[in-house]
């Protein structure tokens, strides 16, 4: 998945040379918590809600330049999601103007984020459960799923690291209907899965 397949196209802007009054009433109907700042479609900085928060009283006499944070931290539509969520994270920024030949092209947000991980995670409903299983070898991918396939649908499958309080290992997951889980579970196990939870 890339950052084009979710980011808000053609997202609402203010210029440089616009007061923080005409931002600030931009931001609110819009219920933004940052625009884009653009000078002739370049990118040149972002504005907060905090950045305009610290110029309460002087919204009508301040630009917008004056406010803005310069030089964003931005990415490219062709950019993986991962590394824009993981430049989210680290910087502790709610959102990221997406830029191509120098345009601004488009905002992707911490949200947007959310409903990339719902995808990437089989968007997990009502009725469905994750079964979490050690992975231990490189060919067990294709064997659990092939064995979970026979029980019931996969609704959705994935690995991750797990780490917090745990030694580093490789965690395969199936997403399957609820009605299944614990039969699709107990074939795991028999084949030799070490089943680690079944998430309802």
Avoid: W
Avoid at 63 to 72: F, G, L, Q, Y
Wanted: aromatic share 4%; proline share 6%.
């Amino acid at each position: 998945m890339i950052v084009a397949e979710l980011m808000t196209p053609k997202p609402v802007t203010v210029a440089p040379s616009d007061t923080l009054k005409a931002a600030h009433e931009r931001m609110e109907a819009g219920r933004f918590r940052q625009v884009p700042v653009v000078d002739e479609e370049r990118l040149v900085g972002i504005l907060t809600d905090r950045d305009t928060r610290l110029h309460m009283g002087r919204l009508a006499h301040t630009r917008v330049e004056a406010a803005m944070s310069a030089h964003p931290f931005s990415v490219r539509p062709s950019t993986p999601v991962e590394k824009a969520a993981h430049l989210l994270m680290t910087n502790k920024i709610g959102s990221l103007p997406v830029v191509e030949d120098g345009k601004l092209v488009g905002i992707i947000t911490a949200t947007d984020m959310l409903r990339a991980l719902e995808a990437v995670l089989g968007a997990a409903s009502e009725g469905s459960s994750r079964i979490d299983l050690d992975l231990s070898g490189s060919g067990e991918i294709a064997a659990a799923t092939s064995l979970v396939r026979t029980i019931c649908p996969l609704l959705g499958v994935g690995t991750y690291q797990r780490k917090q309080n745990h030694p580093e290992r490789e965690i395969l997951y199936v997403l399957v209907p609820s009605t299944s889980a614990q039969r699709a579970a107990q074939a795991l196990k028999e084949y030799g899965f070490k089943v680690i939870a079944i998430h309802y």
